[in-house]
């Protein structure tokens, strides 16, 4: 299946992972957040939201891709694969309780970037053979973003990493201060939430993940 997406999902693209949430920003300040996200060095957007209505999805999805297009960052849609193909999102990425991988990619197409959360070798060995583009794998430290999320150890992080061809995704509490200890596990990014959307500065926080990076990725 040579025309599948993932023979050319570029690694480097996944390295500094965005992933949004709102807390109390207003449209305007949060808007102004992933601008400066994405004109700072992020490479890639996940678009996440768990409470609009699918019209206020959509036209939320409108908005930042104007700011991620506008900077040649990859824009990609938790969960709402219908909400992906309007906006024409670079990908979609689903979780356990959405649908089936091989489902998704046949809607999807062969174009379009398919993440898949997976915590399990098992469950990212089913990923990536259903189509999957690259593994989100996690949470590796405790997250207030998703509450009662299992941890995963760093050890099955680095087993996947291993068993799979796909990219892999770190994701999980993660922040400047604590990635040092994913070194040597042979992931391809980081995914951030909290300490870039919540960062004072988040063009400084930016740089100071990817130097960081730099040491941890090869």
Do not use: W
């Not at 449209?27 to 490479?43: D, N, P, Q, Y």
């Amino acid at each position: 299946m040579l025309f599948r997406s993932e023979m050319f999902m570029n690694r480097e693209a996944l390295r500094l992972y965005l992933v949004t949430n709102r807390y109390q920003d207003s449209l305007e300040s949060f808007l102004e957040k992933v601008e400066t996200a994405c004109r700072s060095g992020v490479t890639i957007v996940q678009l996440r939201e768990k409470n609009l209505t699918t019209n206020q999805y959509y036209q939320l999805a409108k908005q930042v891709k104007e700011i991620t297009d506008a900077y040649q960052v990859p824009l990609i849609i938790d969960d709402r694969l219908d909400v992906c193909l309007a906006v024409d999102a670079a990908g979609l990425h689903i979780g356990d309780d959405e649908l089936p991988v091989s489902v998704a990619r046949q809607v999807l197409g062969p174009e379009k970037i398919l993440g898949v959360t997976a915590k399990t070798v098992k469950r990212a060995l089913e990923a990536e053979e259903g189509g999957a583009d690259y593994l989100g794998t996690g949470a590796i430290f405790p997250t207030t973003t998703k509450e009662n999320a299992p941890i995963t150890l760093i050890s099955t992080l680095k087993t996947i990493c291993q068993t799979v061809a796909i990219p892999v995704v770190a994701i999980g509490g993660l922040t400047s201060e604590n990635i040092d200890q994913l070194i040597g596990t042979g992931i391809a990014g980081v995914a951030v939430v909290r300490d870039l959307m919540q960062a004072e500065d988040i063009e400084a926080k930016t740089q100071v993940f990817l130097t960081k990076l730099d040491d941890i990725i090869f």
